[in-house]
């Protein structure tokens, strides 16, 4: 893999994801950001879904998200993701999402996790999986593209 | 508890539950009946969260909805559920959703579930929990109210 | 266009959209219907969003699903839409929900639909939009395939 | 009304509203936020409906929310809401999500809004309707509670 600076998805909006304003309801710009964090990792030959099996949990602590334009029902919308800072204990994610026909950007975001076992305790990742968190460590700094 | 023929809720309706139409999006009436389900058992004193900590689960086979008048951002709404039929191995609900303001029915409809183990194994209710089953039974035939 | 019997639109299930039980809740199946319905459209080189434009909806008169197996979280999933019937009033979708890995039928469905104006006042379709009609009545009986 | 500081909501937490992690999952802390938003100026005897009928909309700029503790399904939770500051142009709301049980803080968040007209195109409330701004200009501040 060429070392991408960030993962990015496309996808079309769905008509129930807007509202009685006629735009998308503010919260799926957040379903959408988890729909960019799977992905990250899936290009990255990792699966969230196998990280989950193996007893690895990424509870989100915070979130935040800044609103710049509105997407439309059927618009396409692509999600670019990428590690903004890791550390044994916890992983940060970025986010930005494009409206695809014309590039405007929609959103930007940003979700901070911890790593924990199933019972929600803090695992060190570094510990538990260290190729994860060697891989992870590489990617970081994504942001000053 | 002097044999209700069905049991209600009444809730507001989110801004998230609109779509661009100035309506409720179709899919929120079947959110709401889980609502007017669980809401059921509660008014029976028994807690569907409970029955699931005991391993008793109830996914659904089959729903059917009919869409008679929308339902608007903020509206109140009541939803009121009944036991249609009750096997050993089946359990049906129905269900009515009105406008709180003027009684208009908005939505009826039908879920279907199976009684199971966590693992989706088909349990038999009146063995695993025979108090459970003599109840269902006596509230059975609350549609013909 | 060679006359597809169906159209099939492909997405992967996201987090949100698992519950408790580990699988998908139930209310997504129908998300998922709509998103075979607007694909349906698109391949018809037709956009419901420029249907709704142009002052045709589409509400919902009812719906049913027979849930067969569950899907889960990362399921790459298959949706299958086609024109059941259509009248001048009236158009009803059908469709099944495929699992893409091993082609295990999820879901199947039905959605019924009337034509009308924003104001939700019954159309004709063949005298709103000849065309549009036409070319329904060409895809009828797409179930009996 | 005795000046409120805040204005409280409860409900009970959706079966929909869970993932596999078997808690809730993170987007419906900002359902709930929209929720406490219209509670607290329905509190007002305002009603966001009426204002959007109005003419007057508040889309989000910003969210950010801190996830402290998780709730589960059938929890009965609390919403608390205040304005965090109001300007003639912009409108910040601030939010805490309580267990009812046991008073466990959950969930703390801002959202921050613009005054638009029903084209998005920013409006100044003290103008357009100034008996809000006063009534907004008096909660102010009821975050140093």
Not at 1 to 6: A, E, K, L, T
Not at 9 to 14: L, N
Not at 18 to 30: A, S
């Given at each position: 893999?060429?070392?991408?600076?960030?993962a990015?998805?496309?996808?079309?909006?769905?008509?129930g994801?807007?509202?009685?304003?006629?735009?998308?309801?503010?919260?799926?710009?957040?379903?959408w950001?988890?729909?960019?964090?799977?992905?990250?990792?899936?290009?990255?030959?990792?699966?969230?879904?196998?990280?989950?099996?193996?007893?690895?949990?990424?509870?989100?602590?915070?979130?935040?998200?800044?609103?710049k334009?509105?997407a439309?029902?059927?618009?396409?919308?692509?999600?670019?993701?990428?590690?903004?800072?890791?550390?044994?204990?916890?992983?940060?994610?970025?986010?930005?999402?494009?409206?695809?026909?014309?590039?405007?950007?929609?959103?930007?975001?940003?979700?901070?996790?911890?790593?924990?076992?199933?019972?929600f305790?803090?695992?060190?990742?570094?510990?538990?999986?260290?190729?994860?968190?060697?891989w992870?460590?590489?990617?970081?700094?994504?942001?000053?593209?």
């Open positions: 893999m060429v070392s991408p600076q960030y990015a998805v496309q996808f079309r909006v769905r008509y994801e807007t509202d009685q304003m006629g735009v998308v309801y503010h919260t799926n710009y957040l379903n950001m988890e729909i960019g964090r799977t992905n990250y990792l899936r290009d990255a030959a990792l699966s969230y879904r196998e990280l989950e099996e193996k007893g690895l949990l990424l509870p989100l602590t915070d979130a935040s998200v800044s609103f334009a509105p439309r029902y059927d618009d396409m919308v692509e999600v670019r993701t990428w590690v903004l800072q890791v550390t044994p204990v916890r992983l940060d994610f970025a986010y930005e999402v494009y409206r695809a026909c014309d590039g405007q950007l929609l959103v930007s975001g940003v979700t901070k996790h911890v790593f924990t076992n199933r019972e305790k803090p695992l060190r990742v570094n510990r538990f999986m260290p190729e994860l968190y060697e992870l460590l590489a990617q970081q700094g994504g942001d000053d593209q």
